[in-house]
Antibody, heavy 123, light 108 residues
Framework: EVQLVESGGGSTQPGRSLRLSCTAS????????MQWVRQAPGKGLEWVSG????????GYSDSVKGRFTISRDNAKNSLYLEMNSLRPEDTALYFC????????????????WGQGTMVTVSS | SYVLTQPPSVSVAPGQTAKITCGGN??????VHWYQQKPGQAPVLVVY???DRPSGIPERFSGSNSGYTATLTVSRVEAGDEADYYC???????????FGTGTTVTVL
């Protein structure tokens, strides 16, 4: 069974940092692009960042560019999101998702999702 | 930036057909994907590339895309179809993935 499990969420203050992780199992991890998508409480889905199968191509939404960094370690079947200079508006449930293809920046759908990890930014 | 507009809510009686629209500028030239999200759960892909269904998704779920509107159709609606539905595209101009505003489907 293909599974994605996120971790690393928690409560923190504005301006601080957090690192999210997503561990994959049941698939050949380095065959696929990966994404981070977030959902603020009671709100819709918002794409955050994506990365290609080899980590070479990365993309970010305008709201996180320059503050968040996506990376992956294929040897550990893991995806990461380093979040710096956190703001209250970053408060959300963060999902990792697998792309159907190898790219992180293409029109491929997100076919497998984790259950999410909650990030709360408040003073 | 590219915007996808969905109706906030759609109500449908059991056994009837629900149509959920997703409007965007020349969306017919893009590949549209649809996700179902039930309360407290992660999204699930129900239609990809306008009209294809992943393995395990019932044939009752179908999609179309033309001009300025993409549509997800749920036939013979069941109580278990009650959920939020989101459309999504890749915007090559901005190199961003974009989600629609989301539609809550209520089964009467």
């Amino acid at each position: 069974e293909v599974q994605l499990v996120e971790s690393g969420g928690g409560s923190t203050q504005p301006g601080r940092s957090l690192r999210l992780s997503c561990t994959a199992s049941g698939l050949t991890f380095d065959d696929f692009g990966m994404q981070w998508v977030r959902q603020a409480p009671g709100k819709g889905l918002e794409w955050v960042s994506g990365v290609s199968w080899d980590g070479a191509t990365k993309g970010y939404s305008d709201s996180v560019k320059g503050r968040f960094t996506i990376s992956r370690d294929n040897a550990k079947n893991s995806l990461y999101l380093e979040m710096n200079s956190l703001r209250p508006e970053d408060t959300a449930l963060y999902f990792c998702a697998k792309t159907r293809g190898y790219s992180g920046s293409s029109d491929d759908a997100f076919d497998i999702w984790g259950q999410g990890t909650m990030v709360t930014v408040s003073s | 930036s590219y915007v996808l507009t969905q109706p906030p809510s759609v109500s449908v009686a059991p056994g009837q057909t629900a149509k959920i629209t997703c409007g965007g500028n020349n969306i017919g030239s893009k590949s549209v994907h649809w996700y179902q999200q039930k309360p407290g759960q992660a999204p699930v892909l129900v239609v990809y590339e306008d009209s294809d269904r992943p393995s395990g998704i019932p044939e009752r779920f179908s999609g179309s895309n033309s001009g300025y509107t993409a549509t997800l159709t749920v036939s013979r609606v069941e109580a278990g179809d009650e959920a939020d539905y989101y459309c999504q595209v890749w915007d090559s101009d901005s190199d961003h993935h974009v989600f629609g505003t989301g539609t809550t489907v209520t089964v009467l």
